[in-house]
């Protein structure tokens, strides 16, 4: 494919498909054998799946949030996943060690002035062309609308997006693709949006009574016989190490 000729967009068509992450990942990933850094693991639950279900021969899972990262800690039953602390710009590891490098949703929550150094050490750890897969969530739709009341993240969102597109213009990483789809998020409750969404340890929301209910009432009007079905807009920037002459 001649990367020259994509032209990346923030946001995608009108139409997308609904898929799972995970499907789009195994697409495009060659995971059979491939060490992989994922920064910003969070709860590890993409790390999870990765490890149990495609051929990887490790993984380093990242995670800045102490708390998060304490529990993670104590996961025992995946031998081949290594817990670390350390942020995207910042990344503890030697050059070229890595044949994958995940972020799913976790470019924009590094500070803005962070973000190019955060992509330089991407292509740092990274093998000669190998693969980063860089995951955003776009700023439109329903579930979007939620968080607005509470966490407007349109300008970081944009920032990461200007990053990624400086990283290509300025050959520190190539383009390879990038894909537009419908991600699917099922909620069972208003409880359940909170200690997902709203009570998080890695980011203070500063929310008052008036305010969370305001939040609530947009919820629940998003309510169906399913429970709280949104279609989360999302964009992966498939990235790949340039193999220098």
Do not use: W
């Amino acid at each position: 494919m001649n990367t020259a000729t994509i032209a990346m967009r923030i946001e995608g068509p009108a139409e997308q498909p609904l898929v799972n992450e995970f499907a789009v990942l195994t697409e495009l990933l060659p995971f059979q054998g491939a060490r992989v850094l994922e920064l910003g693991c969070g709860a590890a639950e993409k790390t999870r799946l990765i490890a149990e279900r495609t051929g990887v021969a490790g993984i380093v899972a990242a995670e800045v949030d102490p708390i998060q990262h304490r529990k993670n800690l104590a996961v025992t039953d995946l031998p081949g996943v290594e817990f670390r602390s350390f942020g995207a710009e910042a990344i503890d590891a030697a050059d070229a060690s890595f044949d994958i490098v995940l972020m799913f949703k976790s470019l924009h929550h590094v500070p803005v002035p962070l973000m190019d150094r955060a992509l330089a050490e991407i292509g740092r750890v990274l093998r000669a062309g190998s693969l980063a897969y860089i995951s955003e969530p776009v700023f439109a739709g329903q579930f979007n609308e939620v968080l607005r009341l509470f966490h407007d993240e349109s300008r970081v969102r944009r920032e990461a997006f200007s990053a990624i597109e400086r990283a290509v213009k300025q050959g520190v990483l190539e383009l390879v693709e990038e894909r537009f789809f419908r991600n699917p998020l099922q909620l069972a409750s208003f409880a359940q949006f909170e200690q997902a969404v709203i009570d998080v340890t890695h980011t203070e929301h500063r929310i008052t009574p008036e305010l969370r209910e305001r939040i609530r009432a947009k919820f629940e009007s998003y309510r169906s016989t399913a429970g709280y079905v949104f279609q989360v807009p999302n964009r992966v920037d498939l990235l790949r190490k340039p193999v220098r002459a």
